[in-house]
T-cell receptor
Framework: AQRVTQPEKLLSVFKGAPVELKCNYSYSGSPELFWYVQYSRQRLQLLLRHISRESIKGFTADLNKGETSFHLKKPFAQEEDSAMYYCALRAGGFKTIFGAGTRLFVKA | DAGVIQSPRHEVTEMGQEVTLRCKLISGHNSLFWYRQTMMRGLELLIYFNNNVPIDDSGMPEDRFSAKMPNASFSTLKIQPSEPRDSAVYFC????????????FGPGTRLTVT
């Protein structure tokens, strides 16, 4: 079955601390993975895609097929990073499956 | 481009009433997705279209829910009759056919059924 698991509902870190939001997926084929972010009172928006291997707002994510993971990382968290983060899996065709989301709270 | 547009932004209705949610896609996009978001179940995919054709409606919870794309830029999600457990935020998102994982979301419609 195709599934995306984000084990943490809430992650709280201090400003300047490293942050890692975990994402594991279940899919037998070749996955496409994404991170979406929803800031307070804003719409859900794409943050980054694994195929781009890009860094957006200091965030990076590496696809680890052996561990079926796509964790989102940032070395130094900022207060403006506080938001809801969703990991998403495109499991072939048009269907994209979203994880339950992790709320990141960055404390001053 | 104003992005994906949804209306109304908020809807409060009584149980048993018909509810229609509307979505306008980004110009040039040809895939359309409807999601429902609740605290308990997170973000659930209800139905998606490509080139106005419904591809998969297996996420639609009951026959009370229906969705249409009367043209390439507009979609509706209808609930008839509505029930209190339908209360949620409903999002639509659009994308290009060749990049369905890169979706552009609307602001959502917060539906409350009393």
């Amino acid at each position: 079955a195709q599934r995306v698991t984000q084990p943490e509902k809430l992650l709280s870190v201090f400003k300047g601390a490293p942050v890692e939001l975990k994402c594991n997926y279940s899919y037998s084929g070749s996955p496409e993975l994404f991170w979406y972010v929803q800031y307070s009172r804003q719409r859900l928006q794409l943050l980054l895609r694994h195929i781009s291997r890009e860094s957006i707002k200091g965030f990076t994510a590496d696809l680890n097929k052996g561990e079926t993971s796509f964790h989102l990382k940032k070395p130094f968290a900022q207060e403006e990073d506080s938001a809801m983060y969703y990991c998403a899996l495109r499991a072939g065709g048009f269907k994209t499956i979203f994880g339950a989301g992790t709320r990141l709270f960055v404390k001053a | 481009d104003a992005g994906v547009i949804q209306s109304p932004r908020h809807e409060v209705t009584e149980m048993g009433q018909e509810v229609t949610l509307r979505c306008k896609l980004i110009s040039g996009h040809n895939s359309l997705f409807w999601y429902r978001q609740t605290m308990m179940r997170g973000l659930e995919l209800l139905i998606y279209f490509n080139n106005n054709v419904p591809i998969d409606d297996s996420g639609m919870p009951e026959d009370r829910f229906s969705a249409k794309m009367p043209n390439a830029s507009f979609s509706t999600l209808k609930i008839q009759p509505s029930e209190p457990r339908d209360s949620a935020v409903y999002f639509c998102a659009s994308s290009l056919s060749d990049a369905p994982g890169e979706q552009y979301f609307g602001p959502g419609t917060r539906l409350t059924v009393t």
